[in-house]
């Protein structure tokens, strides 16, 4: 059975951090292209961050310098390291595995960027 389980969200003062991480079991971690995308209310779902299976990271422009993303192929985990966060990253973060025709989501994981 194919799981993707994200976890660390939360609620966070404006410029804390927050690293959330997605466990993936049921297909070959490695193989997949890895990516964090998120939905904010009433908006439309946005792409924060992408790993490749050759590790290459990438991001999207408002993120960059302020997210990381990484993954454990041993614990078959990707991560999103979260840096001086805003209230406008205020959203549900999703976990994608993508592979040809297969594409995997997660159930998402909320982040509250407020004082």
């Known amino acids: 059975e194919v799981q993707l389980v994200e976890s660390g969200g939360g609620l966070v003062q404006p410029g804390g951090s927050l690293r959330l991480s997605c466990a993936v079991s049921?297909?070959?971690?490695?193989?997949?292209?890895m990516t964090w995308v998120r939905q904010a209310p009433e908006k439309e779902r946005e792409w924060v961050a992408s790993?490749?299976?050759?590790?290459?990271?990438e991001y999207a422009d408002s993120m960059k310098g302020r997210f990381t993303i990484s993954r454990d192929i041993a614990r078959s985990t990707v991560y999103l390291q979260m840096d001086n966060l805003k209230p406008d990253d205020t959203a549900v973060y999703y976990c994608n595995a993508q592979r040809f025709e297969r594409n995997y989501w997660g159930q998402g994981t909320q982040v509250t960027v407020s004082s």
């Open positions: 790993i490749r299976p050759s590790g290459h990271p």
């Open positions: 049921g297909f070959t971690f490695k193989n997949y292209d």
